[in-house]
């Protein structure tokens, strides 16, 4: 099976614009879940959906969304860019959920100037 | 919330010998313990988990310790080889509400194989 693929692999924002990542899990996998990586915070959960429903929340700002489509892609969007958004975001796929097995993508690198 | 804390932030250990990763979790009701293996620039690779149900799972080289009493589980490789050096992540599901929540990970251990 394929493994988990993420577009656009790098991107350069500037302050105060908009972004959309995209996250294309394995196939048959329903629960797709995202993660920011940074060196202070580390990993963190942002969100997870499953069958196009946001079922979990981590806590970050509104700023943050997403959602998944009825073939399991999701898309992940962050609104007015801030510098402190300059991260890692990496998805995760799994059949069902947070319980199961989560195999990451290789994430989107994402610059805020 | 879960809350998890890994130790140490960096292990240098000579080649063939045992490396040992612990961490503890705050939430009782969390069931799922996976670790993740990060090389420089690659995505986080899931190497073994364990579920809240067992107390101790191997695979080859490796292998996973719960201990549910005292919330803590711990990584063992052993006869380590310089492909072992990367970032080890361990994590915990915890529940909330009627469902799990997202993993929460630990700092992460950056493992050092001497030759």
Known sequence: KAGVTQTPRYLIKTRGQQVTLSCSPISGHRSVSWYQQTPGQGLQFLFEYFSETQRNKGNFPGRFSGRQFSNSRSEMNVSTLELGDSALYLCASSLAGQTYEQYFGPGTRLTVT | ?115
């Open chain 2, 1 to 115: 919330g879960e809350n998890v804390e890994q130790h140490p932030s960096t292990l240098s250990v000579q080649e063939g010998d045992s490396a040992v990763i612990k961490c503890t979790y705050s939430d009782s009701a969390s069931n799922y313990f996976p670790w993740y293996k990060q090389e420089l620039g690659k995505r986080p690779q899931l190497i073994i988990d364990i579920r809240s149900n067992v107390g101790e799972k191997k695979d080859q080289r490796i292998a996973v310790t719960l201990n549910k009493t005292a919330k803590h589980f711990s990584l063992h490789i052993t006869e380590t080889q310089p492909e072992d050096s990367a970032v080890y992540f361990c994590a915990a599901s915890g529940y909330s509400g009627g469902g799990a929540d997202g993993l929460t990970f630990g700092k992460g251990t950056h493992l050092i194989i001497q030759p």
